[in-house]
């Protein structure tokens, strides 16, 4: 792993990116960068011309096979304010984990590198998060962002909206992602105080590592501000791993693996947020399911899920605070596996055509 750009000339030592920032508080901004050649420039460009200027901008080259890696060092040639990390290819959240380790930051944000954001993004978190005390977390909504030939088309998230700024104690807070009400586990559009993420690494190797990390700093954090503003970006790529319909047995492994580290933590810690928790795990065994009910080879990992499901689907079909159509996927588990199966892939197809 290399903390240096390739070639000389490159960005300024880190001490002397702090000495330009004295006076105000320096935010780390973590981009992982694998073959996103075609989106880099779009990403990097916007955080670059962000309104809050005090940014020590990490970029990760987890060893990408295309230019992706030059036009990182471009950028470090260019700004003094961008560190460059050149590292074997490791994944998400080694590439994640890589920039934590460099980072200096009071506070740390984390952006997809095919993502973008707009001018006022990190301002707007970290004005929401220190105007309000004892806050160590700060989330803001977003919007889909959906590529198609005549550009780009912006569609909101699948949550409920608040319509004005709200401050919630971390229990609240987690419980509201749990249950993902007006936010979720993503680990962006949210900044973070750097303390409440000392100690947390993302799991290396995994998919859906946001699920089993994300809540880790809720847990150490004093209250959450969430903002319903709309400054950041999630960009639909038809050839990402979470839209190919043809995923590997691992990436449900995972799924499972992760909902579990997810109860084993939050249970041990708030006991009373064990339905939240249920709620969750009924929906990933569901994902789980849908998946893979007509696919023999993965027979086991649909009669798995479906077992998990008929487990704890009471306690979710009974929750007042769950989400309504978790509540009705529950209630329909008691007619079968058969017509469960058709009513859930007639919905997720519904979803996707409405995208």
Same mark, same amino acid.
Not at 182 to 195: G, I, N, P, T
């Given at each position: 792993?290399?903390?240096?750009?390739?070639?000389?000339g490159?960005?300024?030592a880190?001490?002397?990116?702090r000495?330009q920032?004295?006076?105000r508080?320096?935010?780390?901004?973590i981009?992982?960068?694998?073959?996103?050649?075609?989106y880099?420039?779009?990403?990097?460009?916007?955080v670059?011309?962000q309104?809050?200027?005090?940014?020590?901008i990490?970029l990760?080259?987890?060893?990408?096979?295309?230019?992706?890696?030059?036009?990182?060092?471009? #950028?470090?040639?260019?700004?003094?304010? =961008?560190?460059v990390i050149?590292?074997?290819?490791?994944?998400l959240?080694?590439?994640?984990n890589?920039?934590?380790?460099?980072?200096?930051?009071?506070?740390i944000?984390f952006?997809?590198?095919?993502d973008?954001?707009s001018e006022?993004?990190?301002?707007? &978190?970290?004005?929401?998060?220190t105007?309000?005390?004892?806050?160590?977390?700060?989330?803001?909504?977003y919007?889909?962002?959906?590529?198609?030939?005549?550009?780009?088309?912006t569609?909101?998230?699948?949550?409920?909206?608040?319509?004005?700024?709200?401050v919630?104690?971390a229990?609240d807070?987690?419980?509201?992602f749990?249950?993902?009400d007006?936010?979720?586990?993503?680990?962006?559009?949210?900044?973070?105080?750097?303390?409440v993420?000392?100690?947390i690494?993302f799991?290396?190797g995994?998919?859906?590592?946001?699920?089993?990390t994300?809540?880790?700093?809720f847990?150490?954090s004093?209250?959450?501000?969430?903002?319903?503003?709309?400054? #950041?970006f999630?960009?639909?790529r038809s050839?990402?791993?979470l839209h190919?319909?043809n995923?590997?047995?691992?990436?449900?492994?995972?799924?499972?693996?992760?909902?579990?580290?997810?109860k084993?933590? =939050?249970?041990?810690?708030?006991?009373?947020l064990?339905?939240?928790v249920?709620?969750?795990?009924?929906?990933?065994?569901?994902?789980i399911?849908?998946n893979n009910y007509?696919?023999?080879?993965?027979?086991?990992?649909?009669?798995?899920?479906?077992?998990?499901?008929?487990h704890?689907?009471f306690?979710v079909?009974?929750?007042?605070?769950g989400?309504?159509?978790?509540r009705l996927?529950?209630l329909?588990?008691?007619f079968?596996?058969r017509?469960? #199966?058709r &009513?859930?892939?007639r919905?997720?197809n519904a979803?996707s =055509?409405?995208?």
């Open positions: 792993m290399s903390l240096r750009a390739r070639t000389d490159t960005a300024a880190t001490s002397e990116k000495g920032n004295m006076g508080e320096l935010i780390s901004v981009i992982p960068i694998y073959k996103v050649e075609k880099l420039a779009r990403c990097v460009d916007g670059l011309a309104v809050y200027t005090e940014l020590e990490i990760v080259d987890d060893g990408s096979p295309d230019r992706c890696g030059e036009m990182c060092d471009e #950028y470090a040639r260019r700004d003094a304010r =961008v560190t050149h590292k074997p290819n490791g994944g959240s080694d590439a994640r890589a920039g934590l380790a460099a980072a200096h930051g009071d506070y944000t952006i997809d590198s095919d973008y954001i006022d993004h990190i301002s707007g &978190l970290y004005e929401a998060l105007e309000e005390q004892d806050c160590d977390i700060s989330v803001c909504d919007l889909y962002a959906y590529e198609e030939d005549a550009g780009i088309r569609g909101p998230s699948p949550y409920r909206k608040m319509k004005a700024q709200a919630m104690s229990h807070a987690l419980a509201d749990i249950y993902q007006h936010f979720d586990s993503a680990s962006f559009a949210k900044l973070f105080r750097a303390s993420f000392a100690g690494t799991p290396a995994r998919v859906h590592e946001d699920v089993m994300i809540y880790k700093a847990l150490k004093r209250r959450v501000v969430f903002s319903p503003r709309t400054t #950041y999630y960009v639909q050839g990402s791993i190919n319909k995923k590997p047995r691992s990436y449900y492994n995972d799924a499972a693996y992760v909902v579990e580290s997810l084993d933590g =939050v249970c041990a810690a708030m006991p009373d064990r339905k939240a249920e709620c969750r795990r009924y929906s990933m065994y569901a994902h399911f849908i007509t696919v023999p080879e993965n027979k086991d990992l649909a009669d798995n899920a479906w077992q998990e499901m008929k704890i689907r306690i079909m009974t929750d007042p605070h989400r309504r159509k978790a996927a529950a329909v588990s008691y079968g596996k017509l469960y #199966y &009513l859930g892939t919905h997720t979803n =055509v409405s995208t």
